[in-house]
Structure formats: C-alpha cells, structure tokens
C-alpha cells in the first residue's frame, strides 16, 4: 500500500511543480527525498513513511515559486483523498510549515525526528555544489544581481524582509547558505554537510579572485 501512495504522491507533486524553475523542480525533491531517506537509514529515527510523503511534498504551494497557492490546504486535501492516516497527514504538514529557512523567523517550533530528518535533507541541497548552481539559477530568475561591490549582506529581522529582499546572490551566501552548516538537526546532516561548507567557501575565495583581477 505505501508504494501505491508513493507513486500516487510522485504523479501529484510532478503536476504541481510542472514547470518551475529548476532550483525548486521535480529534481530538487528527488534529491531531497534520496538524502532524507539516505539520513533515516543511518539515524534510525522517525516514521519512514511521514519522511519520503514530506520531503516529496514539501515544496507544493512553496511562495518561492507559487505565491497564489496555499500548500497545506492543498496537501492536506490531497492526503484526506489518498485515504492517508490524520496522524501521518498532520506531521507531513507540520513539516511543511516549519522546513523552510525563513520559517526561522516565526519563532521555534515543535521538532520532531521527521523534520529534523526533511529539513537536514533540504538544506543539504541548498550548499556544495548543487546549492551554488540552485542560487545563481533562482537569483537569475528572481532578477537580482550576481554581486554588487560596496553592498554588503543583510540582517534581516523578519520573515517579510527576508523574502521581500532583493540582495545578491552572493549576499545570499552570507545571509542563509553558509548558515546553515552550524544549524543542521542529525548527526548525518551535520556531518554531510561539512564538505560542501568547504566547497562554498573555495567557490567565493575563487569568486572574488576572478572579480578583482586586475584591480
């Protein structure tokens, strides 16, 4: 029965993510899904089923890339249909609305194995080598700046400001990716994410290398 919902939940997220920008596709949840339940088979710790329907739904209705889409009614409306146990369908949205970077600024929440798992395997596809590609891809098609000499990163004291910022892609390293090292969840995701970490880092001392050649 859950690889009949496995595939049931593939078939929907492919539909609601049809054409999005690449840092957010169908890819980027294969790859999240892969890491999460590559993170569950060594930490033993969560309800496998609730991991794999949540990292595969968790960018449904995601403001980044569909602002006029509520993704939990959305999601919940699809579990309620699939027949999927309340309990289930209740921590799947309870990870949906906590995973995200900005949902930092709301406050603490209530963490669980599953989450901590999700988010752990999200995170990890936004940093290395991949995360760089999924920033200069989103900040392109979000129309900011590479980078702009003299404009430093921002400090941003809310929600509204984060995703309302307008900064370079470089500033974005500095304002979220190389964050996210010191605050992953597992013992796997801390320890994964280690070499990408070093991987930005060589990618910006390169970076700014390049960009004052010359100087």
Same mark, same amino acid.
């Given at each position: 029965?859950?690889?009949?919902?496995?595939?049931? %939940?593939?078939?929907?997220v492919?539909? =609601?993510? $049809?054409?999005?920008?690449?840092?957010?596709?169908?890819?980027?949840?294969?790859r999240?899904?892969?890491?999460?339940m590559?993170?569950?088979?060594?930490?033993?710790?969560g309800?496998?089923?609730?991991?794999?329907? @949540?990292?595969?739904?968790?960018?449904?209705?995601?403001?980044?890339?569909?602002?006029?889409?509520?993704?939990?009614?959305?999601?919940?409306?699809?579990? %309620?249909?699939?027949?999927?146990?309340?309990?289930?369908?209740?921590?799947?949205?309870?990870?949906?609305?906590?995973? $995200?970077?900005?949902?930092?600024?709301?406050?603490?929440?209530?963490? %669980?194995?599953?989450?901590?798992?999700? =988010?752990?395997?999200?995170?990890?596809?936004?940093?290395?080598?991949?995360?760089?590609?999924? @920033?200069?891809?989103?900040g392109?098609? @979000?129309?900011?700046?590479?980078?702009?000499p003299?404009?430093?990163? +921002?400090?941003?004291?809310?929600?509204?400001?984060?995703?309302?910022?307008?900064? $370079?892609?470089?500033?974005?390293?500095?304002?979220k990716?190389?964050?996210?090292?010191?605050?992953?969840?597992?013992?796997?995701?801390? +320890?994964?994410?280690?070499?990408?970490?070093?991987?930005?880092? $060589?990618?910006?001392? =390169?970076?700014?290398?390049?960009?004052?050649?010359?100087?």
């Amino acid at each position: 029965m859950n690889r009949e919902i496995i595939k049931s %939940t593939e078939d929907f997220v492919k539909e =609601q993510l $049809s054409g999005v920008e690449s840092g957010h596709d169908w890819w980027h949840i294969q790859r999240v899904r892969n890491l999460a339940m590559h993170i569950y088979s060594i930490e033993q710790n969560g309800d496998p089923i609730v991991i794999e329907l @949540a990292s595969l739904l968790h960018d449904v209705g995601d403001d980044k890339i569909a602002s006029e889409v509520n993704g939990t009614i959305l999601v919940g409306s699809f579990l %309620t249909k699939e027949g999927i146990d309340r309990d289930i369908k209740e921590k799947v949205l309870h990870i949906m609305e906590n995973i $995200s970077f900005r949902d930092s600024f709301n406050g603490s929440c209530i963490r %669980t194995a599953e989450l901590n798992i999700v =988010q752990d395997a999200d995170r990890l596809d936004a940093i290395g080598a991949i995360g760089i590609a999924r @920033a200069f891809n989103y900040g392109g098609s @979000a129309g900011n700046a590479i980078y702009e000499p003299g404009n430093g990163p +921002r400090e941003y004291r809310s929600k509204d400001e984060y995703t309302g910022s307008d900064s $370079s892609t470089i500033n974005h390293f500095y304002e979220k990716l190389l964050k996210l090292k010191d605050i992953m969840n597992t013992e796997t995701g801390k +320890r994964l994410a280690e070499e990408r970490h070093e991987f930005m880092l $060589s990618f910006l001392a =390169q970076f700014y290398s390049e960009w004052n050649t010359g100087e």
